[in-house]
Structure formats: C-alpha cells, structure tokens
C-alpha cells in the first residue's frame, strides 16, 4: 500500500462512481467524528470520568485532523492517492473498532486520534482526487456529491447516535460508524482508479501556498464564515429558546428542518459554484447570516423561527463545495496543500467560534452570539468574493 507512483492518472478520465465512492467515505468519517456528541454521558459513566473529560474526544480528534491535513500529504508525497485514501478509510475502520472496545480513557483518546488523522488526511486529499476524475467544468457538481455524506453524516450522527445508543448502548454505535467505513472501502476498492500525487509537493509547496497573498486572502474569508457559523449555531439551543422559549421537542423538529435545508442547499451548490463563483461566494454566507439575524427579530413567532431555521440551514449547505470549490480554482497547483490548509482553518474555526461564542452567551446573551455570527459570515463572503475571482 506504500508504492511510490510515477505515472499520472489517465487524461480526461471521468469516474463519478469513485466521486461517489469518496463520498460514502465522507458519510463515514463525519459520523464518526459526530457521534460522541449524543453518547458522552454513558460513556464517561462506564469509564468512570467526567462528561467534561469525555468531552475531549472531539478536541483530540481535531487536533488529529489539523495536523493530518497538513502535514500527511507531505509525507506521503510519493504515494499512489488510491492507497493512501484506502489506508486512511482502513484507519478509520480500526479507530471505530478501538473505541467500541476501549477499557479505559486513554485507549479511547487514542482511537480518537487516529480517527483524527485519518479525517484529515483525507479531506486534504480528496478535492485533488476529485479533479481528476471528473471535468474541471463540473468540478463544483462533483464537490456537491462528497459534501452530500458530509451534510447526511451531520443530521443522522447525533439523533442516530441518541436512539441506537439507547438500545444497543455506546460501544455498539461505534461499530456502526465502523461498519459504514467497511461499507465506504469496498465501494472504494472497486471504483478508485490509481490515482497519482501532485507533481509538486512536499512541506516546501505547503510554504509556497502560504505565501500566495490571494490563498491567505481567501483562508481569511473562510476563517470569517466558518467562525461566524460556529459562534451561532454552538448555541442555537440557548438562542432559540431565548427568543421563543421552545420546548425540546419543538428544537429536534428545528433542527430537522436546520437539516433538511442544509442538505438542499448542498444539492444546489454545485451548479451554482460552475456557473457564477463569486456570486456563490457572496450569496450562501449572506443567506445563513440573515438567517442568523432572522432568529433574533422573527424568532418570536413560531413560522418565523422555523424560517430562519431554513434560511440559516440552506444558507450554510452551500458553505463547504464553494469554499472547497473555490481554493481548487484559486490554486489548481497545490491542491493537496490547500486542503489541508481549508481542513485546519474549519477546524481552527470550530474552536474559535465556540469560545467567542461562549463568552457572548455568558457576557450578554445568546441572540449576541447570532448577531456577532452574523457579522462574521457576510463579511467572509465578501472577502472571499474580493479575492480574486478564480478562473
């Protein structure tokens, strides 16, 4: 699985069964890294620890994938991306399975980890996969398909999580997430066509990209966006109750429907991303952000809440394959550098919106948590929009 490769993956070829394949993936890395969200009081109660300690789980895990992202693609320069993309799925079948089986913390963490390298060496490579097997042309649409495991994975993993770890307790639900990667390889074996790496690459062509004023502009722009998303909707619970006082049945019907439009807004990405970048760039920031604003003015209504929800949801689906989109374009030469350096922004993203968030919800409320948010996302949007229109 560690053969170094020289000859390029064919020309012109195209192969949305492997798009699709990587998308299975997606759907299983993304579960996974979800899934002790819904599970963590049983098992910090098994492991005879806090819910708090249990919670670093998910901390480990990204600073796994931050580091993965970028620096695997590096080390594995000379690498078929077939293999490293088989062995990063394998990697995370072995993490699943260490988990459900983990008789204390630190196996637990460590399996965390692993899962954590994998998911971000993975998401590094797999727009530069992506770009071979389809036209530049539907780049986008292809984007689309991965992203939809990546939107699936985000609604299903934590009610999933919830009602299998009630009947089959937690370690059975890891099994599961072990099972869907199981499922992702298979297809994957059968559809991956070899597949070789950059021509440049290495640590030396992650510092050229660093170095590009139009990359680090447009890093900037997703920070913005990522940050603003996660500055809101970490706390949408206590914002949405604020401002209507809703029940928790009512929140799992909202956050269906945050889902469901979130899941539209991906399906509609991809076209939009091949046929009007910067419109795309501007647009979907701009949408989730008036949703945002639209749970503090309208939230007091019951339609109004819900719209906002949908407005926020579909805003935000279109997030990811115009950001991803958008670096492929902006540096078609570096691809696997500038995924993983979109990879450690998302992530960096995440903690940076839920600690600014979490000091506006307890210095001033939740709907400044939205608003801030709010700010964040469209001024992402206009800088990434400002930053060079790619071509």
Do not use: C, K
């Not at 053969?3 to 012109?12: D, E, L, M, Q, R």
């Not at 370690?171 to 997430?177: E, H, P, Q, S, Y």
């Not at 948590?369 to 992402?380: D, F, K, N, P, Q």
């Amino acid at each position: 699985m560690i053969n170094s490769v020289t000859a390029p993956a064919a020309p012109g070829r195209t192969s949305w069964a492997g798009v699709v394949s990587l998308s299975l993936g997606f759907f299983a890395f993304v579960m996974s890294e979800f899934l002790p969200a819904s599970l963590l009081p049983r098992i910090a109660g098994e492991l005879g620890v806090s819910p708090g300690t249990a919670g670093q789980t998910v901390t480990v895990t990204a600073v796994g994938a931050v580091l993965s992202g970028l620096l695997l693609p590096a080390w594995l320069r000379h690498v078929d991306r077939r293999h490293v993309t088989l062995g990063l799925t394998v990697a995370a079948i072995v993490a699943n399975l260490l988990v459900a089986v983990a008789p204390n913390l630190a196996v637990l963490l460590a399996a965390r980890l692993l899962l954590g390298v994998a998911l971000g060496g993975y998401w590094a490579l797999a727009i530069a996969i992506v770009t071979r097997l389809v036209p530049d042309d539907r780049l986008g649409r292809a984007v689309t398909v991965i992203n939809a495991g990546v939107s699936v994975a985000t609604i299903a993993a934590v009610p999933l999580g919830t009602w299998l770890g009630e009947l089959w307790g937690w370690r059975a639900v890891f099994l599961l997430g072990a099972g869907a990667a199981v499922l992702a390889l298979v297809v994957q074996v059968v559809t991956l066509p070899r597949v070789a790496p950059e021509s440049v690459g290495g640590l030396r062509a992650l510092g050229s990209a660093l170095r590009s004023g139009v990359l680090l502009l447009g890093l900037t722009a997703i920070l913005l966006i990522a940050a603003g998303q996660f500055t809101g909707f970490t706390y949408i619970r206590p914002a949405a109750e604020s401002v209507s006082g809703i029940d928790a049945g009512g929140l799992a019907v909202l956050l269906l429907v945050y889902g469901i439009a979130n899941v539209l807004g991906t399906a509609l990405s991809g076209f939009l991303v091949d046929r009007a970048m910067r419109v795309a760039a501007v647009g979907f920031p701009a949408v989730f952000g008036a949703g945002m604003l639209a749970m503090v003015v309208l939230g007091g209504s019951t339609i109004g809440l819900f719209a906002a929800a949908a407005l926020w949801g579909f805003g935000f689906g279109g997030v990811p394959t115009t950001t991803q989109t958008w670096g492929a374009r902006a540096d078609p030469e570096r691809l696997e550098q500038v995924g993983g350096l979109t990879v450690a922004v998302f992530q960096i993203a995440i903690a940076l919106g839920a600690v600014v968030g979490g000091l506006l919800v307890d210095g001033a409320g939740a709907t400044a948590a939205l608003i801030t948010g709010s700010i964040g996302a469209v001024s992402g949007g206009i800088l990434l929009a400002a930053a060079r229109r790619p071509t």
